[in-house]
């Protein structure tokens, strides 16, 4: 079955950029989604579709993707932000599944 | 507004089985996949499966294969997960969501953009 990895945990200083890695094979040929989750909430998707932000989610949060990763960026990070990060995806060729990644622990310093 | 209400929180014993509910409000019930994601104590987020509204087609996660069942009553907009043969290890909070995708003819997926607030299934003897 498909794989996702991230890295367990980020920390950043307020106002510095935040980056989080999700790792998988062949990832460039699918869409990958990413959401924030804070303590006691459900989750949040802040980027879709590798790099589309939903109405009302700040301009800070973006995503990009290179042909071995997708990176969801954010910039002028706040102590709001402090949450955890998945990305997933659609696995078309496994009976249609979904996959997440392991998660990421966003630190703000 | 575009909402997914669930049922309220669960006390199982190991062994028994949970229905949890989930209720769409707001938009076209048939349109949308539903999915379930549930987070264990500790753990990340885990899929657990989808289910079609429309025609009550259905997908479960190879791990949950054999235990778990979706439904649905279009009559009354909600969609049921039954989770059978309970163990401790299934304690978690689980999510309903809406797919963005539509649910048409081709099988296609896209984000989760509405999640229901969540309902804590506890497994304890």
């Known amino acids: 079955s498909y794989v996702l990895t991230q890295s367990p945990s980020v920390s950043v200083a307020p106002g510095q950029t935040a980056s989080i890695a999700c790792e998988g094979n062949?990832?460039?040929?699918?869409?990958v989604h990413w959401y924030q989750q804070k303590p006691g909430q459900a989750p949040v998707l802040v980027v879709y579709?590798?790099?589309d932000r939903p109405s009302g989610i700040p301009e800070r949060f973006s995503g990009s993707k290179s042909a071995k990763a997708a990176t969801l960026t954010i910039s002028r990070v706040e102590a709001g932000d402090e949450a955890d990060y998945y990305c997933?995806?659609?696995?078309?060729?496994?009976?249609?599944?979904?996959?997440f990644g392991g998660g990421t622990k966003l630190t703000v310093l | 507004q575009v909402q997914v209400v669930q049922s309220g929180a669960e006390v199982k014993k190991p062994g028994a089985s949970v229905k949890v509910s989930c209720t769409a409000l707001?938009?076209?019930?048939?349109?949308?996949?539903l999915h379930w994601v549930r987070r264990a104590p500790g753990q990340g987020l885990e899929w657990v499966g989808w289910?079609?509204?429309?025609?009550?087609?259905?997908s479960y996660a190879q791990k949950f294969q054999g235990r778990v069942t979706m439904t649905r009553d279009t009559s009354i907009r909600t969609v049921y997960m039954d989770l059978s043969s309970l163990r401790s290890d299934d304690t978690a909070i689980y999510y309903c969501?809406?797919?963005?995708?539509?649910?048409?003819?081709?099988?296609?997926?896209?984000?989760?953009?509405?999640w229901g607030s969540g309902t804590m299934v506890t497994v304890s003897s």
């Open positions: 707001g938009y076209s019930f048939t349109g949308y996949y």
């Open positions: 579709d590798d790099r």
């Open positions: 062949n990832i460039a040929s699918k869409s």
């Open positions: 969501a809406r797919d963005r995708a539509i649910a048409g003819a081709t099988l296609s997926f896209d984000a989760f953009d509405v």
């Open positions: 289910i079609n509204p429309n025609n009550g087609a259905t």
């Open positions: 997933q995806v659609w696995d078309s060729s496994s009976d249609h599944h979904v996959v």
